[in-house]
């Protein structure tokens, strides 16, 4: 009777647990929209970074996932403040870092997160090593966070690359395996010198800019805990949704989904680097500024054509050279490569002959000797010299235009990957 009371007693307060756990997440918190499993045997590779599929998620969905860990205190602040939230993430994490914090991993497993494997020793090397070797990372990585859990149905088999540094033969390995690869779609490049508000911006930045994706974060990052608030924040604020992926096993069968829906679309503007998109207006044939030949000192007499060079001066002009001279071309309004110089405007009859290294940095001259008029009383009649002959005048360099070509701009919002 007494045991009977007891366990009655247990149950009602495990029960009376589970039920304030449940009261912790309030009406207001982000939250999980759905869970979405998926078969590695399926589909191998996932990540618009590097692959040609990426999760089959609605526009404003967000998959969370953290790399390299666990650390404490780091990973636990970033759980505190994921389970504030009610939201599930995955954690790819290192073997050493598992075989050194064993309880942190356990608690993320207990918490509903997805245990992934990040390789045993995090090395930057996948991209050039062995098979062989790359099998003991993977193996090791995998058997570290088997033995921490206790379980081997606790670990999903889901792999990244440290780096994202890969290579086709490795990631043969792991299709063989069952092993899903995993890339990114956006990165916040939270392992950079950069403070948690950059961090923040720049996640919240990407993610609207995409609209959808898997997101790279760091849970051994001091600066990612810190902007894991306002990440958190302005997700909810701005409407996305978190999913949570785990993955298909006999009890838990795959998600049904659409085949297109994996297939990665490239059609954000983001995305779109070089060339930019130039919206000119509502003019069905929009008139733009570009250089022409005189722009470069070439005109054209019939059958001649003349280049102006500073040396010689060939063209003189008492007004300065308007830059560019207005050249009108039509352009559609869906163009997206723009008028430039084509490659002829920048060949020339005489161009920069430079020195070699020696040339550049000669060696002081011998003086010369001073011909007195005694010396020059007794020079032969030949025109000989007593000592070496002066060198001949040195020529003057041919001097014109120089062309600088600048680099391509660089797109400040693509994510930067270590």
Known sequence: MRSTLAASVLLASLLGMGTAGAAECSAD???????????????????????????????????????????PPYTDRVLDLLAAECVKATFFMVGRMVQAYPAAVRRVYNE???????????????????VDQASHEIEGGFSSLRTALGDPKAVAPFFRFPGLLRQTSVEQYLAAHNYMTWSVDLAADDWTHINNREVARRAISRLEARGKGILLLHDIQPATALALPEILKELKARGFKIVHVVPATPDRPKTVTEPELWAVRHTTPEQKIWPRTLVVGESPE????????????????GPVTKVAMAQTFERQSDAAPVWPAAVAYAVPVDAEVLPIPGAHNFRYSRVFRLGSAEKANPKPAAKKPVRTARARDSAPASGGWFGAWPAPARPSRAAGHQ???ARPPVNLAAPQTR
């Not at 509903?112 to 062995?130: L, R, W, Y």
């Open 112 to 130: 509903g997160h997805t245990i992934a494997n990040h390789s045993q020793t995090h090395p930057f090397t996948f991209h050039k090593m062995s």
């Open 286 to 301: 929009p008139v733009l500024a570009a250089p022409n030949l005189a722009s470069f000192g070439i005109e054209t007499f």
């Open 403 to 405: 062309l600088s070509v």
């Open 29 to 71: 918190a982000l939250g999980v929209s759905r869970t979405l499993v998926v078969d590695p045997s399926e589909h191998v590779r996932l990540g618009s970074w590097q692959y040609g599929e990426s999760l089959p998620l609605n526009d404003r969905e967000v998959v969370l996932t953290f790399d390299d860990g666990p650390l």
